[in-house]
């Protein structure tokens, strides 16, 4: 980089690039959105037969190309823009050396030099010829010494002043020309390859990319302001809303997973920023699966001990496990999770279906999903479903489906109100009905972060109106629930506990919501009720351990049509309707339990 050049440089020229480049992202986006919502729905509803499924695969590919032209813009435009602002930084050094020298009475020449005029120190009888001198960047201690020795023995009092000018001038074109250097090959890598397959090292290598753009871009991005530290959902959504579009983009293209879990932004910013994660780690989890060996296919074997048969894994199949096996089966999982998300993504328009949104993602632990069925932020009605034990990534379809099922009943009975019903898989759920789920601290850890999330759908709200909410717990799930409204405020219109094993509290009153608005299902031939009353129960004055089911509790108890612990949401059934109902505002319009005259315990 010489002088020549950085004075000629413009960054507004970079960053109308940048703005073009994010301007195609934007369209790819629309593109995107159009054949899923639009032209794949149509597709799906009106053509039926092979040739049709096989169109429809054909749309669902492009689909994810233009998610990935839209991913590699995003990353394109943040990195012209981190260029820019690394070279207008050592452009305005040079321009400051360039002012102060000529105030000073010194010349920049061409070659970065700078000529001084003739002078001489006070006190010295004779003037001493003026001259140039070149600059040197970033000197060592050593050179910075002989420097300033050179400057005390000159004659000339203006040498010591252009020697500055020239090393100041010098620094900001070796600035200039590192920026250069670093930027090159990151702007370079932002290429796809030349075929129209976007496979699993592409998404594998937007990661990279990603990171790549992150690294260079530090100066660009310390220049950006954080989100704040340890803030409220308000604060997250005063912070976003107080970004330029330019520093928006940044964030969405470079951190992707930050903003994907901050509470308070816009359903629609942190769906995209979720999208983009999602992306990203299914295809690690396809690469690294891909490294793994299949498990051998004889995992059984007849042995006789003892004159009795016995039937025990192979030799092969324990030493394939022992390699590889706990690997393998998180890899396993968190790719059924993600794709049981992709599936509900394809969904949409299906029978009405809204727009999927992803609140929240992860594959770190257990695995973190949460996705609205509708925006929330312009719903009338709101509900936040909490699974319980066992929930992690590889099952979070069935979760998926519970409130995709109660959409589409809510959204029946809410009078053309709109509705949007949200899994929120937000925690580690106990994993292990015998080992874990006695435990209360999976409830007290995750809590916060459900009424975190809950906050949040009040600081991303896009309408001027205040949404109905229902929070809807499952078994462990309800205990989450209890435990928020123990330790906060649980900020919802409405409670249902399905199953419950016990919230923590002993009345209803204590759940934060009007009186009259919680609600519980307990099906014939759920055992957990009472099987978790002696772990989660709540407990008062009265000395008895109180669950939900308990006339003493105070819940309305609806009545359930359905058995078991997992059937509360089964499509035609009334324990499902009568969820809808509260979901929908209209609690008073469901069928009730008769209540017992009295309370015995243990019922």
């Known amino acids: 980089m010489d002088l020549a050049t950085l004075k000629a440089f413009k960054p507004s020229e970079y960053e109308e690039a940048a703005d073009g480049y994010r301007a195609t992202g934007d369209m790819a986006s629309e593109a995107k959105d159009a054949i899923d919502n639009r032209i794949g729905l149509g597709l799906r509803s009106e053509v039926k037969g092979d040739a049709a499924g096989a169109a429809h695969e054909q749309l669902k590919k492009l689909s994810k190309n233009f998610h990935y032209v839209q991913t590699e813009c995003g990353l394109v435009s943040t990195a012209l823009n981190g260029f820019a602002f690394d070279v207008a930084a050592a452009k305005r050094k040079l321009e400051a050396a360039m002012e102060d020298a000529r105030a000073d009475g010194c010349t920049v020449n061409a070659n970065g030099s700078v000529s001084y005029p003739a002078g001489k120190k006070p006190g010295e009888e004779k003037t001493a010829d003026g001259g140039t001198v070149s600059g040197s960047a970033g000197g060592s201690p050593t050179s910075d010494a002989l420097e300033r020795q050179a ?18 001038i010098a620094d900001a074109l070796e600035e200039a020309a590192d920026a250069d250097t670093k930027w090159a090959p990151k702007l370079r890598a932002l290429k796809a390859d030349d075929d129209l397959e976007v496979s699993h090292r592409d998404w594998a290598d937007v990661k990279s990319d990603t990171g790549g753009v992150r690294e260079a871009g530090k100066s660009y991005f310390d220049s950006l302001p954080e989100p704040p530290k340890d803030g409220t959902p308000k604060d997250n959504a005063a912070w976003w809303k107080g970004l330029s579009p330019e520093e928006q983009a940044a964030w969405l293209s470079a951190r992707p997973g930050t903003v994907g879990a901050l509470d308070g932004l816009p359903a629609p910013v942190r769906d995209e920023a979720n999208r983009v994660v999602l992306a990203e780690q299914y295809a690690r989890v396809q690469m690294e699966l891909n490294t793994i060996p299949n498990p051998p296919s004889n995992e059984w074997t007849s042995i006789s001990a003892r004159g009795y048969a016995s039937v025990v894994r192979t030799d092969e199949w324990m030493e394939w496990h022992n390699k590889y096996g706990d690997r393998y089966e998180r890899l396993t999982n968190s790719s059924i999770g993600m794709e049981k998300i992709q599936e509900r993504f394809d969904k949409t328009g299906d029978e009405g279906l809204p727009e999927a949104y992803l609140l929240g993602f992860s594959t770190e632990g257990n695995g973190r999903a949460i996705l609205a069925n509708g925006n929330p932020d312009t719903a009338d009605h709101q509900a936040v479903y909490v699974p319980g034990t066992t929930s992690n990534l590889g099952s979070v379809g069935g979760d998926i489906n519970r409130m995709v099922e109660t959409w589409r009943v809510a959204s029946e009975e809410a009078d053309g109100d709109s509705v949007s019903t949200i899994t929120w898989l937000g925690y ?72 419950s094993p016990g919230v923590q509290v002993s009345k209803a009153e204590q759940l934060d919501v009007p009186e009259g608005h919680v609600w519980n299902q307990e099906a014939k031939g759920d055992a957990v009720p009472d099987i978790g009353r002696y772990g989660h129960g709540g407990t008062d004055w009265d000395g008895a351990w109180i669950i939900p089911s308990d006339p003493l509790f105070g819940a309305n108890q609806m009545f359930t049509d359905t058995e078991g612990h997992s059937d509360y949401w089964k499509e035609g059934t009334d324990s499902l309707r009568n969820q809808a109902l509260v979901v929908a505002g209209r609690g008073d319009d469901l069928e009730l339990k008769p209540v017992p005259p009295a309370y015995t315990r243990g019922r």
Do not use: C, K, M, W
Request: aromatic share 8%.
């Open 151 to 168: 400057v005390n023995i000159h004659p000339n009092p203006h040498y010591g002043r252009a020697l500055e000018y020239a090393n100041r």
């Open 428 to 499: 580690d759920a106990p994993q292990n009905i015998v080992l874990d789920s006695p435990f209360s601290h999976y409830a007290d850890d995750g809590a916060p972060a459900y009424n975190r999330f809950i906050d949040g759908l009040d600081a991303s709200r896009a309408v001027d109106s205040d949404p109905h909410r229902t929070a809807i717990g499952h078994s462990y799930g309800t205990t989450l629930i209890g435990s928020a409204a123990r330790q906060g405020e649980l900020n919802v219109d409405d409670v249902i506990f399905a199953g």
